[in-house]
Nanobody
């Protein structure tokens, strides 16, 4: 059984930083790992993706502020979020894209105070 355990998140002042992590366990053949977010009343949107070869993609609204990284040996993906703004608060979800299907984390809340 595949499990994703997220950690990090919380409350930060505008301009501050937070880090998220997501550890996947179970039998996985991972093709990519990533983060998405969903704010109240809005659709879930992709934030960043990283592939086993280290290649990454970022949504335009986080480029230059967020950094995705991974520890392949531990099936763990990280998201470092800098310069957080009032537009960033949301529930952030980890996603693992694997050969036999995709898996989502439980979500972690990120709140930014002005």
């Amino acid at each position: 059984q595949v499990q994703l355990v997220e950690s990090g998140g919380g409350l930060v002042q505008a301009g501050g930083s937070l880090s998220l992590s997501c550890a996947a366990s179970g039998r996985l053949s991972i093709s990519a790992m990533g983060w998405s977010r969903q704010a109240p009343g809005k659709q879930r949107e992709l934030v960043a993706v990283i592939r086993p070869d280290g290649s990454t993609n970022y949504a335009d609204f986080v480029k230059g502020r967020f950094t995705i990284s991974q520890n392949k040996a531990r099936n763990t993906v990280y998201l470092r979020m800098n310069s957080l703004s009032p537009g960033d608060p949301a529930v952030y979800y980890c996603k693992v894209m694997a050969t036999y299907g995709d898996h989502w984390g439980q979500g972690t809340q990120v709140t930014v105070s002005s």
